[in-house]
């Protein structure tokens, strides 16, 4: 290892108060950090400028010169991925929101808890250790070659590109049926854009969104007096889409008087608006999308079998996220692209380990959730890359992730130093073991198995250590609390004998 990997985190501290840098520098460096100070912001955005950039900064935002805030936006403007914690006596809203809009890693209150510092100093510094071992970050795709939003290149997706391909060159009616946030409307589109119908008008109705006694006039459009309200002649959306292509999504949601109406436009190419008596010609390419099982409905007789049949021509089904999970960090790295490209999130870029959760997700509510996820957890990075700790608690959680406080604890516990240079592969390995414990001790141990293997292959690739014997370590602590210390339940959920796991308890120099 080399002496700069041996080298202690430095931190700056800016403050125009003496008392308060040398109490700071004293908490700090009881850990072994090596501690610079300025007094006053001036000065520290000079040390910054000059270089080498610190690893951490602590800044008071009320100074004497320029403040805290402004000495925050200078050194952003120096360093971009320069984690600063912002001090302050003041503990408003404005100060929070503040603090947290220019960038800040933290902010804490003065006077100060020492523990609560070094708290946040440790977590700041494994945030910049992520952050510096992601340099080697390739995007999987250019966004620009997506332009139409689908993103994907597992088998499946390329199913649905091949079929969207054979129904461009014709006027057939297509059906789109997949789960919410699959991307149906982004498949309406394609076949539109790609079709000699690209020229006019494309419409999407919602049709779960408009009420049953409105459905038929925002579709068909009405005659003035025809109803309560109707103070003028309106044209629906048919008449707007004349020589166009209109798109039906949740068409199972449709009324059957409405249905009946729709159907007419499929044999006849004609409607009426509503009280109105003239017959009107349209020229429209329909594309159904649903999320209901139509075939059910059908024998249920809540969808009419004579519609079913004229609007399911052709089928794409859109598959679930779940079920083309090699697409993610594709979907990752567009909605990341096209946020940079937006000046919407600072974070360009995202760590093995977030990537690794984000891929293990179910995604109940798919790509659409996905993206959600990544704008999200974009905006809350406080660097240029989403790290494990920028995602939703409930995706951590349902990666099994949340009860990871024992890994946690065994990080946190090291020195500073040491914690800084925590390798990827030894939180994998701590992780792994939580996960694996957790499955052996529920009773089901293939409940987590896969995701096991997903940190395992992280740990292996990238550490040095001996990660077996970490492994077993930290799965014969978690059983061994999970059973209150009973060596005999412990053994038969670890599957080895008693003794040997006595034996092995002892050789670890572990107390029970």
């Known amino acids: 290892m080399s002496d700069t990997a041996l080298k202690p985190p430095n931190i700056l501290v800016i403050d125009d108060d003496a008392e308060v840098r040398y109490s700071l520098s004293r908490v700090l460096s009881s850990r072994k950090y090596l501690v610079i100070e300025a007094p006053s912001g ?15 900064i602590f800044l008071d935002i009320r100074m004497s010169g320029i403040s805290g805030l402004e000495a925050l936006q200078h050194i952003r403007s120096a360093n971009p991925k320069q984690l600063v914690v912002l001090m302050t006596a003041f503990g408003t809203a404005q100060t929070a929101i503040e603090a947290m809009k220019y960038g800040a890693f933290d902010y804490i209150m003065k006077p100060f808890d020492p523990a609560k510092v070094l708290a946040i100093a440790e977590n700041a510094l494994k945030a910049h250790a992520d952050m510096r071992a992601v340099v080697d970050y390739k995007p999987t795709i250019n966004s620009d070659d997506y332009k139409e939003g689908i993103v994907g290149s597992s088998p499946v997706m390329q199913d649905v590109f091949k079929i969207i391909g054979q129904v461009t060159a014709s006027d057939v009616n297509v059906m789109i049926t997949g789960e919410s946030g699959t991307g149906k409307e982004l498949v309406a589109r394609s076949i539109w854009k790609h079709s000699h119908r690209a020229s006019k008008a494309f419409i999407a109705v919602n049709c779960a969104a408009i009420p049953d006694n409105l459905i038929e006039s925002e579709l068909f459009g009405h005659e003035k007096g025809s109803f309560t309200g109707a103070t003028g002649q309106r044209l629906g959306k048919f008449e707007l889409c004349d020589g166009g292509t209109i798109f039906l999504d949740e068409i199972g949601d449709m009324a059957l008087a409405t249905q009946t109406k729709i159907l007419r436009v499929l044999q006849q190419g004609e409607i009426q608006r509503v009280g109105g008596t003239d017959t009107i010609k349209v020229d429209v390419r329909i594309i159904a999308a649903t999320n209901k099982d139509l075939e059910e409905m059908v024998k249920a ?11 399911n021509v052709v089928r794409i089904k859109m598959p679930a996220l779940r079920e ?54 974009a905006v809350i990075a406080q660097g240029d890359t989403i790290l494990l700790k920028d995602l939703p608690a409930e995706v951590r959680e349902a990666a099994g992730l949340a009860p990871l406080a024992p890994a946690a604890a ?3 516990s090291m020195a500073p130093f040491e914690m800084a240079r925590t390798t990827a592969a030894e939180v994998a390995a701590l992780a792994t073991a939580q996960i694996v414990a957790e499955s052996v001790a529920s009773g089901e141990p293939a409940l987590n198995v896969q995701r096991a293997l997903d940190f395992l292959h992280v740990a292996f690739s990238e550490g040095e250590e001996p990660i077996m ?25 670890l599957g080895m004998t008693r003794a040997t796991l006595r034996k092995r308890v002892d050789e670890l120099g572990l107390k029970i």
């Not at 910054?48 to 951490?56: A, R, T």
């Not at 000046?343 to 984000?358: T, Y």
């Not at 370590?473 to 009973?486: D, H, K, P, Q, S």
């Open 301 to 311: 007789k809540t969808f009419r079998e004579d519609l079913y049949y004229r609007l």
């Open 410 to 412: 065994s990080v946190a």
């Open 469 to 493: 014997e970490r492994l077993e370590r930290e799965m014969i602590v978690r059983v061994l609390t999970a059973t209150e210390g009973n060596l005999l339940k412990a053994s038969e959920k």
């Open 42 to 56: 001036e000065q520290g955005v000079a040390i910054v400028k000059k270089g080498p950039p610190p690893d951490l």
């Open 324 to 377: 083309r999970v090699d697409d993610v960090p594709q979907i990752v790295d567009f909605c990341i692209q096209n946020l940079v490209k937006q000046k919407k999130a600072r974070a360009s870029k995202v760590s093995p380990e977030a990537l690794a959760v984000l891929t293990r997700h179910r995604w109940p509510g798919n790509v659409r959730e996905l993206e959600n996820v990544i704008y999200r957890s």
